[in-house]
Nanobody, 127 residues
Framework: VQLQASGGGLVQPGGSLRLSCAAS????????MAWFRQAPGKEREFVFG????????YYADSVKDRFSISRDSVRNTLVLQMSSLKPEDTAVYYC?????????????????????WGQGTKVTVSS
């Protein structure tokens, strides 16, 4: 399974960006998938995720009502739509996918639960 993240860039506070994660080797509908981010000097943190069992979405409180996630099954792509961006959203964003067995609910926000990772795309929110 290979993941290719794209769409990062420089945006002003209050602006929007759309990140894409193109998957190959397995359908995104067969995996638990998520976006994480890592700011300089900080640990990687969970942003938004999709769990195939039940089709539920999970997100960090810090992005509630600002970010959304969607799946394009035809293009086998996971999309993170970000709006009302803040300087504290500045980070490298990574997409991740589970192994074939999936992830238990209690571990959906744990980066160690994910087997496959994209290379990351940098988002900078600054005026």
């Amino acid at each position: 399974v290979q993941l290719q993240a794209s769409g990062g860039g420089l945006v002003q506070p209050g602006g929007s960006l759309r990140l894409s994660c193109a998957a190959s080797g397995r359908s995104i509908d067969s995996s638990d998938m998520a976006w994480f981010r890592q700011a300089p000097g900080k640990e990687r943190e969970f942003v938004f995720g999709f769990r195939r069992s039940g089709g539920r979405l999970y997100y960090a409180d810090s992005v509630k009502d600002r970010f959304s996630i969607s799946r394009d099954s035809v293009r086998n792509t996971l999309v993170l739509q970000m709006s009302s961006l803040k300087p504290e959203d500045t980070a490298v964003y990574y997409c991740a996918a589970s192994g074939e067995s999936g992830i238990i609910l209690s571990a959906i926000r744990d980066a160690h639960s994910y087997t496959y990772w994209g290379q990351g795309t940098k988002v900078t929110v600054s005026s």
